[in-house]
């Protein structure tokens, strides 16, 4: 039997954020920022009376929220080794020999050991795995590209 994959690739689907990617042995990026997109696919084998395989507009106002909460923002692993502590209205974190202070309003912790595409993927996949209706999609896919040419895909199956 054939499956149906729908794409959602917006050019609206993006964020642009600062980061930096620890690496094995205690090393890290310098601090930078990247213009990152976001493509969503939906595959599943069956259609509804209608001929859809999901109704995408829940699906793409979850992508467009979960893109507005990251853009313009300092993305930082709350489960990684750094030294991140609010103070007032301020975030000061430290790694290595390297001290920064950004605004509190401008800092978004995630649950991450990184801030690798790796894991972000993986991150907007359970962010919008909730909102997908399981009666037809059976496997959802969240690409994050960081720039022309790279980029990760996270793909599993949505029911258990």
């Known amino acids: ?27 890290a990026e310098l601090l930078h920022g990247h213009n990152y997109l976001v493509r969503v696919e939906l595959e599943g084998q069956a259609l509804d009376d209608h001929g859809l395989l999901v109704s995408f507009e829940s699906v793409k106002s979850a992508i ?8 313009e923002r300092v ?13 007032g209205d301020g975030v000061e974190v430290a790694f290595g020999g390297r001290r920064y202070r950004f605004p509190a309003a401008d800092v978004v912790e995630l649950p991450l050991a990184n801030t690798s595409i790796e894991l972000l993927a993986e991150w907007l996949w359970r962010e919008l795995a909730p909102v997908i209706p399981t009666t037809r999609v059976e496997t959802m ?6 720039t022309d040419g790279q980029a990760c895909r996270f793909s599993a199956p949505l029911r258990a």
């Open 141 to 146: 896919s969240v690409s994050v590209e960081e």
């Open 75 to 87: 993305l930082l692993p709350a489960a990684a080794p750094i030294e991140a502590r609010r103070d």
């Open 1 to 27: 039997m054939g499956r149906f994959t729908l794409t959602l690739a917006k050019q609206d689907f993006k964020f642009s954020a600062a980061h930096f990617t620890l690496f094995p042995g205690g090393g």
């Open 64 to 71: 467009r929220d979960a893109c507005r909460r990251l853009d």
